[in-house]
């Protein structure tokens, strides 16, 4: 099994800190979010080398950006970066890319215009990763009702029609019906499975917290999955923390997960 942590937990360190953690909460490596504000002021591959000893994933950059906005322009300006995602994976020799389905722009129900969007932008990226010899994983969305890809089958689907990986989110699942259908359905096709539990308001949390995480990671790891697994937090669903206190909670939630593959 593969443990990486999300460097979303760390948003406000530059990456020699956040390697630094790796190191410290004895991880294997990080999913890299490039929109790590010390990385994307100037996107320098200079401060990407402490990662150079590390494993390490991708997660396409998403703030601010939608692959299925009415806006035309932002949904072309989301494809760029995903294929900037892609391009930086290959550099860094990192796998996979998660990358998102995107939401409708108005809080309803997404209608066939979305998923016109969606296919083109899933065209495109799959295409392009293959390129570069990179694995895609569509992560399943969080339960609200403008997300494309919420539940299993809606994710089957595009994940069969352009060849590409599954990412399972654990967290978006749990609050959308359950991890078992998309186990049932996308088991072979995981490529990445994001850790979590969530808080009153759907925060990613400790997973450790959750005894339906327990029942979702022990059925995951006793249909044989040792494959990339990542601690995904957000602080504010945790509270005000320094460094340390940072790592001491990466630590322990490590040893939670790693736990159920030994």
């Known amino acids: 099994m593969r443990l990486l942590f999300s460097s979303m937990f760390l948003y406000e360190y530059s990456t020699d800190m956040i390697a630094k953690a790796i190191e410290l909460a004895e991880y294997d490596g990080v999913e890299f979010w490039p929109e790590t ?3 994307w002021v100037d996107r320098s591959l200079d401060k990407l080398e402490c990662f150079s000893d590390y494993e ?3 997660h396409s950059p998403v703030l601010d ?3 299925v906005s009415v806006n035309s322009d932002v949904c072309d300006l989301t494809l760029k970066e995903s294929m900037y995602a892609v391009s930086l994976a290959a550099k860094m020799r990192a796998w996979p890319v998660t990358i998102h389905a995107g939401k409708r722009s108005a809080a309803r129900e997404p209608v ?3 998923y016109l969007s969606l296919n083109r932008y899933l065209r495109i990226l799959s295409r392009y990763a293959k390129i570069k010899g990179v694995d895609v994983g ?3 969305s969080e339960n609200r009702i403008n ?5 299993a089958e809606e994710v089957k689907g595009f994940v069969e029609a352009y060849d590409i990986k599954f990412t399972l989110d654990i967290k978006h699942a749990l609050m959308n019906g359950g991890v078992e259908e998309f186990i049932e359905m996308l088991f ?3 490529c990445n499975i994001h850790v979590s539990y969530y808080d009153d308001k759907g925060r990613h949390i400790q997973p450790s917290k959750g005894e339906v995480v327990k029942i979702a990671l022990r059925k995951i790891a006793d249909l044989g999955y040792d494959g990339t697994v990542t601690v995904e937090l957000d602080d504010l669903g945790i509270g005000n923390m320094d460094f340390m206190k940072k790592v001491e909670i990466l630590r322990s939630e490590g040893c939670f997960v790693e736990r159920f593959f030994s």
């Open 147 to 151: 997300n494309l890809c919420r539940r």
């Open 112 to 114: 066939w215009a979305d």
């Open 56 to 58: 390490m994933a991708i």
């Open 138 to 140: 569509l992560e399943n």
């Open 37 to 39: 504000p010390n990385f």
């Open 188 to 190: 072979d096709r995981i």
């Open 65 to 67: 950006l939608n692959p």
